[in-house]
Structure formats: structure tokens, C-alpha cells
């Protein structure tokens, strides 16, 4: 029997690690086990000592502490700091165990989100390494709760390359996984997306829903999308359908109810029709009143799924309510414009109890309104938007403007007052730079007279580099001024 060790005594436990280079390899388990049995200390101490380990000692040392946090997340409060100062400093092939120790301390602990935040680049780490998937996932709940955008495409790389090994536990656990994390990261759009790369509309609506996000992540997104195995479709429909829960992949769902491969339409009308069962008014009442945000947000944006009829009148009820978070009501609309409802869009668009909630809710009724009446609304809330939320105007009105209107948006610069003027020149600027092509001229020379069409001409950019002296076009707001493309 092992003598009683004084939790306290430094010396002690210092020699005790230092020891362990000298055991036997079939008594190693046990002989780091006893040391993390004594208590909090000799963790912090084992940790510190890790970069001077021999690589044998070390990975049962991460082993064996990432087993015990595993079981005993409670007990790791006190070596968190520790723990933090160690996957930023202990050796590479160490990272994914000690961030997945990290991850189970930090889920039993209510107020974690700084700590999180501050471990995004080594959870990136992980998520590029060659760590095994049970780790990777972990990383990948960090992500998510850092809210870490970036990761969106790596997930999906990832996503894309294990989907072989299903049959795998932990690799149906990890597409789960990354599947709720992407719905967290990057919106209904993205699940569309993963179900149909090429959908337009999906397309459209990850702009929408993205337009605040860099466009060089918006375009590592899409190529990562557009890297899909022809059968990964079938693949996360059945994930889906295999998911105890699947109401937050209505989205995926729906989208599989229309795809071109007959197997993919088949699977999804069976897993949708699931789904529907789910849909209680019970379910939805529980999910839409829960304490925890994600949760009602999982809930509201997957209920863009269903049919207007279904829940229509609850996305509308959400969407009005003047004490809810906007990113709540946000959600809100976008899930009625997934489910094409104009109708409750321009109620909630003639109300303005909240500037933001009104330019959004007509933004996007006029993306469902026919061509010219939704260009029209679209440029009456335009030049009449407040300064600061003017980049949100611009951006639903260069998703509807064509080159062919470029006639209707000079004919508004002219009927215009000053500041109204003043707003269309900056948008018109924007518009003629992302434009710019055989279109455009032939529309110009069609529908402009000659001292328009030379107004406009000067304000392309002489080169590329001068843009960044102008006054914020819409573009530079929405990051897309900065294209970095690699």
C-alpha cells in the first residue's frame, strides 16, 4: 500500500512526476493514476511538467487526465488555468487530448464563454490536425461556442471526408455534431446547401444571411461546397433520419424533397414525415419558451421549414415581440422568407417599433415581390433608411438591382433630394464597381443619356487600390471591398 501523500507537499509531488520516467511500462497507468487520485494540485503540477516529459510518460499523462475529466468534470474548476496555459504550451501532439479535457471541464461549468472564446485558435488547431474524430469533435464544440465563423469550411472538409466510416460511433457522432454546429455557425442556408451546393436560392439566402461575414469566408465556403461526393446527400439525410431528434434539419430536410436524385427525394420524405410527428404544438411551446437562446433559435429557424400554414402565425408572433433579442427576431424572418411568406413579412415591414426588424422584414418581402415592384419598394426604403443601417438596405438592394435596371436606379438619383441623391451616388458607385461588364454597357447605352452615361463612367474605379479612399460604399461595410483572395 502506497504511503499517504500530503496534497501539499510540493517537493513530494514534484518528485513523484518526476518518477514516473522510471516505471515500468505495465505499472505506468497506475502510477500516474495514484497521482491524479491525490487531488488538484499534482494535476497543475503534472501539467507544468508535461513539456519535459519523455513522449511515452506524456501521452498516458494526457490520456489518463482526459479519461478522469471526462468522468469528473466538476472536480476540474480548479485546474482550468492550468489546463488553458497548457494546450497553448505543452507540445503539438498533446493539443487535442488536453482541449478535450478542457471541453468536458468547461460543460459542467455555467459561466465558461470567456475561456472559450480564448481557445478558438488552438480548437482551429485540432480541427486542421490529423487528431483522431472523438477530438475533433470536441474542437468542434468549442468552436461553436466560441461562435467562431471560421471554422465553417474545415468542418465541412471534414464532414466530406469521413463519410465513408458511418457505421463508426464516434464518426456518426461527429457528422451530428458538425451538423448542429454548422445550423449554429452558418444558418439555414448552409444546411440547404449541404444538401444541394448549386441551389440558387440557397445561395441567395447564405448572402442574405451572411452579409455581414468576410467575402473571403463566404468563398472558402462555397469551394468547400462545391468539393461534395456526389452521394453525401443520401449520406446526411440518413444521419438525419438516424438523429433521435431531427426537427433542427427540417431545413436539410426540405431541401431533399426536392433533389434530382430520386433515393435522396425518397429518404427525405420519410424523415420529414418523422419530423412532422415532432412537431407537436407541445414540442414547439417547450423549445420556443426554453431559458437557453440556442435552443429557441435551433427552434425558430427550423420552423421556416414547414409550410406557412403550419407555423406561419408563430414565426410572425416571435418575430413582433418587442422584448426578444434580435438575433431571435432576426431568425424570425428569415424564417418566414424560407417559407416564401410575404404576407406576414410586409405586416411585420409596416410596423416600426425597431429600425432594424423594419428594413430587414421589407428587405426581405421585396426579395419575394416580382422584379420591378420589388426593385421599386426596395429603393423607397433605401433612400429613405436611417445612415446607420443603410449597408443592411444596400445589401438586400443590390441582391434584387440588375444591370438592366441601372435606367430605374439613375431615374431615382434624379428625383431625389440632397441626401437622397447623396445615398443613391454611393450606392450607384458600388453598383457600376460590382457590375461592371457587357451587360451593364449595353444596358447603359440603351437606357442613359450621353452626360449619365459619362457621370457614371467616372465613377469606376482609375484602379483597384483607390477604393479604399472613397467614403464607405455599402461594400465596405459588408467586408466585400477587401477581397483576399488567395
Known amino acids: ?33 495514484d497521482i491524479i487520485d491525490i487531488g488538484s494540485k499534482p494535476i497543475t503540477l503534472l501539467l507544468e511538467s508535461l513539456p519535459e516529459m519523455s513522449e511515452e510518460v506524456g501521452s498516458i499523462v494526457v490520456q489518463k487526465l482526459e479519461d478522469f475529466f471526462y468522468f469528473n468534470p466538476e472536480k476540474g474548476e480548479k485546474n482550468v488555468e492550468a489546463l488553458k496555459h497548457s494546450v497553448k504550451n505543452a507540445p503539438k501532439r498533446y493539443k487535442a487530448g488536453l482541449l478535450s479535457a478542457l471541453s468536458d471541464i468547461l460543460d459542467a461549468i455555467d459561466d465558461s464563454g470567456e ?156 424523415a420529414m414525415r ?39 402565425d408563430i414565426l410572425l408572433d416571435l418575430a413582433s415581440r418587442e422584448e426578444e433579442s434580435i438575433d431571435i427576431r432576426l431568425n424570425a424572418l428569415y424564417a418566414l422568407y424560407s417559407q416564401g411568406n410575404i404576407l406576414a413579412l410586409q405586416q411585420l415591414g409596416a410596423k416600426k417599433d425597431n429600425e432594424k426588424i423594419f428594413v430587414n422584414a421589407n428587405g426581405l418581402a421585396s426579395l ?28 438586400y438592394l443590390s441582391e434584387i438591382a440588375l444591370p438592366e435596371d441601372i435606367g430605374t436606379l439613375v431615374a431615382a438619383h434624379t428625383k431625389g433630394n440632397e441626401t437622397q441623391r447623396d445615398k443613391m451616388i454611393r450606392f450607384l458607385k458600388a453598383f457600376i464597381e460590382n457590375n461592371n461588364g457587357p451587360k451593364l454597357e ?24 483607390n477604393t479604399e479612399h472613397h467614403h464607405h460604399t455599402h461594400d465596405d461595410n459588408c467586408h466585400c471591398g477587401h477581397h483576399h483572395h488567395h
Open 1 to 33: 500500500m502506497i504511503e499517504k501523500i500530503d496534497a501539499r507537499d510540493e517537493n513530494k509531488l514534484r518528485q513523484m512526476i518526476a518518477d514516473l520516467e522510471n516505471v515500468e511500462e505495465k505499472h505506468l497507468n497506475d502510477a500516474v493514476c
Open 442 to 465: 449595353t444596358a447603359m447605352k440603351a437606357q442613359l443619356n450621353e452626360a449619365e452615361r459619362n457621370a457614371l463612367i467616372r465613377m469606376l474605379p482609375e484602379k483597384k487600390n
Open 274 to 312: 418523422k419530423t412532422s410527428e415532432e412537431m407537436t404544438p407541445e414540442t414547439l411551446s417547450r423549445m420556443l419558451g426554453d431559458p437557453a437562446p440556442e435552443v429557441r433559435l435551433m427552434a425558430i429557424t427550423s420552423l421556416g421549414a414547414f409550410d406557412k400554414n403550419q407555423t406561419g
Open 115 to 270: 475561456i472559450i472564446s480564448s481557445m478558438n485558435d488552438e480548437a482551429m488547431e485540432v480541427l486542421r490536425s490529423e487528431a483522431d474524430i472523438a477530438r475533433i469533435s470536441k474542437a468542434v464544440e468549442i468552436l461553436v461556442r466560441a461562435e467562431e465563423a471560421k471554422a465553417i469550411p474545415f468542418i465541412i472538409n471534414l464532414m466530406n471526408k469521413n463519410t465513408s466510416l458511418l457505421d463508426k460511433y464516434e464518426y456518426y457522432q461527429f457528422i451530428e455534431t458538425s451538423l448542429l454546429a454548422l445550423k449554429r455557425l452558418g444558418g439555414e442556408s448552409i444546411l440547404r446547401l449541404l444538401i444541394n451546393p448549386i441551389s440558387d436560392s440557397a445561395i441567395k439566402q447564405l448572402r442574405i444571411e451572411w452579409r455581414t461575414k468576410e467575402q473571403k469566408l463566404i468563398d472558402d465556403t462555397l469551394i468547400a461546397l462545391q468539393k461534395l461526393d456526389s452521394d453525401f446527400a443520401q449520406v446526411m439525410i440518413k444521419v438525419v433520419d438516424l438523429s433521435e431528434f431531427n426537427l433542427p434539419f427540417a431545413t436539410m430536410l426540405n431541401e431533399g424533397i426536392k433533389h434530382s436524385d430520386k433515393w435522396v427525394r425518397q429518404a427525405a420524405v420519410e
Open 368 to 395: 419575394l415581390m416580382p422584379h420591378n415592384q420589388g426593385l421599386l419598394h426596395m429603393l423607397n426604403l433605401y433612400i429613405s433608411t436611417t445612415e446607420s443601417l443603410l449597408p443592411e438596405a444596400a445589401h
